[in-house]
């Protein structure tokens, strides 16, 4: 991947659509991720690890943005190269 393509992503990963999209996302799967790992920790009223909690909301909006980044920028190289 070039530099190009990179600089690309940067710009697709701060549209509108993509940083709203990517945060629903986040809001979901962290909310499920933080049940599954911090579950015992909030029922039993053990110390909660807050970094694994921002984790598991970090990283599945770093994984949606990035996916819809590629995907933008595999859709616009194939419209590129049919022009």
């Known amino acids: 991947m070039g530099i190009f393509a990179l600089s690309r992503i940067g710009l697709i990963l701060i ?3 993509v940083v709203r ?3 629903r996302v ?3 799967v962290g909310a499920l991720l933080n049940a ?3 579950g015992p ?3 039993t009223g053990q110390e909660i690890d807050w970094l694994k909690v921002l984790l598991n909301f970090v990283v ?3 994984v949606a943005s990035y996916s819809a980044a590629r995907n ?3 859709w616009m190289s194939r419209n590129e190269s049919e022009n």
Request: proline letters at 5%; hydrophobic letters at 40%.
């Open 41 to 43: 920790a909030l029922t």
């Open 26 to 28: 986040s809001l979901v």
């Open 36 to 38: 599954i790992n911090q």
């Open 60 to 62: 599945p909006y770093s």
């Open 15 to 17: 549209q509108r659509h």
């Open 72 to 74: 933008q920028i595999e």
């Open 21 to 23: 999209n990517a945060f």
